[in-house]
């Protein structure tokens, strides 16, 4: 008995991608120094806090001053997703 003919499928051709259009990136120059200022004031808030046992950097608000210091570091973390 004669062998059937085994249909080949068709290669899988990919659609052509959209050519890459440029992005213009702004200038963020100012990211950067931002950033390690904001860290460096919430260590340094959070260091003064721990060193004075509390009377500095704000007396009258007590251990929120740690919030405070976590709180500059925070907002470091988020100017740095602006970095390009």
């Not at 959209?18 to 120094?33: D, E, H, M, R």
């Not at 806090?49 to 007396?59: A, E, M, N, R």
């Not at 251990?63 to 970095?83: D, E, K, M, P, Y």
């Amino acid at each position: 008995m004669p062998k059937s003919r085994i249909r080949k499928k068709a290669d899988f051709t990919p659609t052509p991608a959209k050519q890459a259009t440029n992005i213009k990136l702004s200038n963020s120059s100012w990211v950067a120094p931002v950033m390690l200022a904001l860290f460096a004031i919430g260590l340094v808030w959070i260091v003064l806090f721990y060193v004075t046992d509390g009377s500095l950097p704000i007396k009258s608000i007590g251990n929120v001053n740690i919030v405070v210091g976590f709180g500059f570091i925070a907002a470091g973390f988020g100017v740095s997703t602006q970095w390009k």
